[in-house]
């Protein structure tokens, strides 16, 4: 199984970025998916989660009305799309699978997001 995160880089406060992960050798319709970051000196926290169809989406407060979760189930892949982005968001954006009903869960290796002036 692997989850492979993309689209991290460097913004400008008030910029937007979309990361992307796709997941493989896994069932994808079969696991919620979850975006978590780690800022450094910090611990790792859950930004938004997305159930199996897409139709059901939880945030952080810190990120509601800026982030954005959604999924491709043909594509196998997540998104997170970031807008009004704040130095205080910058941090490794993880991304994580649990399938719905054993304990199997997986994580990305993580994309950097900073965002500075």
């Known amino acids: 199984v692997q989850l492979v995160e993309s689209g991290g880089g460097f913004v400008q406060p008030g910029g937007s970025l979309r990361l992307s992960c796709t997941a493989s050798g896994l069932t994808f319709t079969t696991y919620a998916m979850r975006w978590y970051r780690q800022a450094p000196g910090k611990e790792r926290e859950m930004v938004a989660r997305i159930n199996r169809d897409g139709a059901s989406t939880n945030y952080a407060d810190s990120v509601k009305g800026r982030f954005t979760i959604s999924r491709d189930n043909a594509k196998n892949t997540v998104y997170l799309q970031m807008n009004s982005l704040k130095p205080e968001d910058t941090a490794v954006y993880y991304c994580?699978?649990?399938?719905?009903?054993?304990?199997?869960?997986?994580w990305g290796q993580g994309t950097q997001v900073t965002v500075s002036s």
């Open positions: 994580f699978a649990q399938h719905y009903l054993i304990a199997n869960t997986y």
